[in-house]
């Protein structure tokens, strides 16, 4: 429960109202009325709020609390009115069954309440005028101009372009975290960050914006996160989603630029139509095992597509990905920074080195070479003719109710499937990645049997 009140409050009822036998900790946080703020003395505190939205928007955040942390109990009350030295002017109380999850419910619902709801702060002073502040404003802890943030790049960059920004990071991985923290340390005004996956232990030797203790938890969530804390003057958004093409074109047409972070090809030819279709630039990256390269990609320009050179998507199960040969995360370190390089010098100039020339590097022999991108001049992509073809036998398990059967075919070989053509059930098959699955399903509906479908992502992101 969520509330406003005018009065002082009382530490104990609080505490009471949370009593409960199930719950192994209870962690309380209390911000109080200081003396002092930014080298001024303060005398008071005054708080306005707008109730209506506030205790809308303040029970909304309680309530991701509890999804988020798992817990049996949480209450908070802000403060409005003007206060003295020493009162409470919020209080926040969480119960759980374990104690990480209540002090990580603590941490998050203050800093929400901060950034999202509409309070103002009128701050009284001994020797200065008062002054209102809106606390959306001040949600990070350190109190800072943002002008001083970026003092020490301003001689290289437009600030303003990066400012006015929207870049969309597809793939919250190995790849996606040195570019996202890149971006947003710099300053790019708005990012996007999609990925449907869920944090596992095996990221987190590459992916840094992840701990041990937030495996099972959302990526897009916990990045967003880190990121806003990385830096309070820009916008997150998060797109908790997997990419296909019902909902590409809706996603991407609200960015400026596309950064594929990703690590299949059919996710990243699919990437590559939409942008041409929408025309959209589009900064594409990719790694095998100590190799890496990176590309841009302009619709109109004369540096070609990937059209251009393969008119059929490849396919994965002939390429193989991190799962199969290993990856380093010094590699990814180092591909998806210079992805974001040169993100920030296309945002500057329009243009960056690989737009035309392909980088090519390998870090462990530390040789490098750019190969220069090509047009084919009957290339249908490159002229504007773009077919997204929207593959309707692919289901996310969420999608799978009473008339499907799950079939997992990971240690099934393709004459026992066979047996299954008979069914009158929906028959989502369940491979490792997704990959054998769909080939199946194509081979078996080309043959007339429209039961067989593909669970989108395989066994790996159930």
């Not at 104990?12 to 911000?31: M, P, Q, R």
């Not at 590309?295 to 540096?303: A, I, L, N, P, V």
């Amino acid at each position: 429960m969520f509330s406003i009140s005018s009065e002082n409050l009382d530490r104990d009822d609080l505490h009471t109202k949370l009593s409960n036998d199930k719950a192994g900790a209870i962690v309380v946080f209390e911000g109080w009325v200081r003396d002092h703020n930014e080298g001024k003395t303060v005398s008071s505190l005054e708080y306005q709020v707008y109730k209506e939205l506030a205790l809308k928007e303040g029970e909304k955040i309680l309530q991701e609390a509890r999804e988020k942390f798992n817990l049996h109990g949480v209450l908070s009350v802000h403060r409005e009115g003007h206060l003295k030295l020493g009162e409470i002017a919020i209080w926040i109380g969480a119960t759980a069954s374990h104690r990480d999850d209540a002090f990580k419910a603590t941490r998050y619902i203050i800093d929400e309440i901060k950034h999202r709801l509409p309070v103002w702060k009128k701050e009284h002073y001994v020797d200065h005028k008062a002054d209102w502040v809106f606390c959306r404003h001040h949600s990070h802890h350190v109190h800072f101009e943002e002008a001083d943030f970026y003092k020490k790049q301003v001689k290289i960059v437009d600030q303003n372009k990066l400012k006015n920004a929207k870049v969309l990071v597809i793939g919250a991985g190995g790849l996606g975290h040195p570019a996202l923290m890149a971006l947003a340390s710099a300053g790019v005004g708005t990012i996007g960050i999609m990925d449907f996956d869920k944090i596992d232990i095996t990221n987190i030797h590459r992916q840094p914006l992840f701990s041990p203790n937030l495996v099972g938890e959302k990526k897009t969530v916990i990045a967003a996160v880190r990121l806003q804390e990385l830096n309070p003057f820009i916008q997150i958004n998060t797109h908790q989603t997997r990419l296909d093409a019902g909902n590409g074109e809706e996603i991407l047409r609200d960015y400026e630029l596309i950064l594929d972070c990703t690590d299949n090809m059919q996710t990243k030819f699919l990437i590559h139509d939409l942008c041409f279709k929408l025309r959209l630039p589009l900064i594409s990256a990719s790694v095998y095992k100590e190799e890496g390269q990176i590309r841009t990609f302009k619709s109109g320009s004369d540096e070609g597509c990937l059209r251009c050179h393969s008119k059929m998507t490849p396919d994965d199960s002939l390429l193989g990905n991190c799962n199969d040969f290993g990856v380093l995360g010094a590699t990814t370190q180092v591909l998806g920074s210079l992805q974001a390089s040169e993100a920030i010098h296309f945002l500057n100039e329009g243009k960056n080195a690989t737009l035309a020339k392909t980088l090519f590097m390998n870090l462990k022999t530390l040789c490098q070479i750019q190969v220069k991108n090509t047009k084919h001049p009957e290339c249908s992509v490159c002229q504007g003719q773009v077919e997204i073809k929207i593959n309707d036998f692919e289901v996310g398990i969420e999608e799978c109710d009473g008339s499907f059967m799950v079939l997992d075919i990971r240690e099934l070989d393709d004459e026992h499937i066979h047996q299954f053509t008979s069914s009158d059930k929906k028959i989502a098959l369940c491979c490792h990645r997704g990959v054998r699955s769909k080939k199946l399903a194509e081979t078996f509906r080309a043959s007339g049997h429209q039961q067989f479908y593909s669970l989108k992502g395989g066994a790996a992101h159930l």
